[in-house]
């Protein structure tokens, strides 16, 4: 066999397909679903009704699939105008062969990096592209997606864990409170949190905490 074979394989066309382009799609399809989550507002949102859960107290319910399905789906709803401009000015040209592969991912790079950049912080920007030895640029968009990236993933987990830390101070307070009466009373041997259950499911329906958690995730990233 010789030494073309292992350099480059057959398509269906007749031609040659080298072997590095391939193994190197197979990589990239692979860790496109973490690409896409870490570009995205589902790891925000993931954390934010994580933390919710573990806030009220209700062990595995939700379960992990209906957060994760809840995480997708508003992701889906706060993503779409970067996904319909994406598909405008990147997807559907290229399906016509109007534009190369290349700028088509160019474009596509544009309405994302966009959208990162609008909500991460400076200071972690300034952070990466210092580590990265990038000097000061004219426009944030010239930064490179190496450093956009882990930007905004660190901007989008501390986002996460502080409205996390403003969910769990009314629930802490619901506890305090029965634990401090059940002490009064001399029920000490009472788990505070069997108690407490209750009084903090009651709170979250009577706001509507379902839709004030989304509708207050959706503003924090369309505003």
Do not use: C
């Not at 399809?29 to 790891?43: D, E, Q």
């Not at 609008?118 to 990038?134: C, L, N, P, Q, R």
């Not at 450093?147 to 987990?157: D, G, K, R, T, Y």
Request: hydrophobic content about 55%; proline content about 6%.
């Amino acid at each position: 066999m010789s030494d073309a074979v292992y350099d480059s394989l057959i398509n269906v066309n007749g031609e040659e397909v080298p072997t590095l382009d391939i193994l190197l799609l197979l990589t990239i399809i692979s860790l496109l679903p973490s690409l896409l989550i870490m570009t995205t507002s589902f790891t925000r949102t993931l954390i934010i009704v994580s933390f919710l859960r573990n806030a009220l107290g209700v062990q595995n319910t939700p379960p992990n699939m209906v957060l994760v399905g809840i995480a997708i789906f508003l992701t889906l709803f706060i993503m779409d105008p970067v996904i319909s401009e994406i598909n405008t000015e990147a997807y559907t040209p290229y399906k016509n062969r109007e534009i190369s592969q290349e700028e088509a991912i160019e474009r596509a790079q544009v309405p994302l990096k966009r959208f990162m950049l609008k909500h991460t912080e400076k200071a972690s920007m300034e952070m990466f592209a210092d580590v990265a030895g990038i000097d000061a640029v004219e426009e944030e968009l010239d930064l490179p997606m190496t450093v956009v990236i882990p930007s905004f993933m660190a901007s989008e987990l501390k986002r996460g864990f502080v409205a996390g830390f403003l969910l769990y101070i009314p629930f802490l307070l619901i506890d305090i409170v029965v634990a401090s009466t059940l002490m009064s009373m001399g029920m000490m041997m009472l788990p505070p949190a069997m108690i407490s259950l209750p009084f903090k499911l009651l709170l979250f329906v009577t706001v509507d905490g379902w839709n004030l958690l989304f509708s207050s995730i959706i503003n924090s990233f369309l505003l």
